[in-house]
């Protein structure tokens, strides 16, 4: 067997561990409908991230920006968290320290259950006001008014999301720095691992000790350093891990 897939083994390690942080990205949501960002059908393929996802492409193009958006928010209104979602949000409650750092911004580990989520590039639900600064939650679908303008001076009101060439929310950074070097495993799930600062948390985490388990259909990066390496679908590789985890506490008891 491939000593990166070896389940007892891994399941081993779990039954020892108490921090867990877990890495998501696209292919999480793959499965609910949510189209990812670079494989075949990924939305990069279909349409040029500097006109739509960035702060100039946003001054000189508000409506489409927001048109692209308000197509996005459609879909992800219209799908559902699926199995990998909801397995990490039982093991948030089975896990003393357990905690999600998501590239996404579609909501869904809220959705499912999990309630300690550190999203890094912000979430397609919320709204900012360009003027203030002033965030809302907006659940519309589809919006009445694109752009959308701020309810309270009236100014353009922009997604609460990370565009390229932004900063990350430097708290929620050094936050997920902080938890992924404090962990004793990481799970890296469906994020092709080559956007930055995102990609460097595994090997932060590595680094400091952290096992490292990556759950992905194609190899990455990341894959060679991961001590464990599920080639597949987290839909599937999630609830396996957990059915055998139950199998081996139940033994343990009994
Ligand atoms: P990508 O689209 O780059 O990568 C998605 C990954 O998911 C790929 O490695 C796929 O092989 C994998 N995948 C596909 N289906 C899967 C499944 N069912 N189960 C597990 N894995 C699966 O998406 P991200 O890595 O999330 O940033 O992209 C990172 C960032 O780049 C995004 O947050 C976004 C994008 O530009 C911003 O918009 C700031």
Known sequence: MNKSQDLPRLIEVLLNTERIVVLTGAGISAESGIPTFRGEEGLWKKYRA???ATPSAFSQ???LVWEWYDWRRGII???TPNPGHHTLAKWGKRFPFFT???QNIDGFHQKAGSSDVLELHGNIWKMRCTQKG???ENNEVPLKLIPPICPKCGALLRPHVVWFGESLDFSILTKAFQLSSKS???FVIGTSAVVQPAASLPFSAADAGAKIVEINPEPTPLSSHADFSFRGRSGKILPM???ELEKAEKHSEG
Do not use: C, F, G, R
């Open 184 to 186: 004793q495993v990481m």
């Open 134 to 136: 002033t965030l809302m």
């Open 77 to 79: 209104n219209s799908k």
């Open 100 to 102: 999600v750092i998501t």
């Open 241 to 243: 891990i957990d059915a």
């Open 50 to 52: 500097e006109q739509l």
């Open 61 to 63: 193009n508000p409506h």
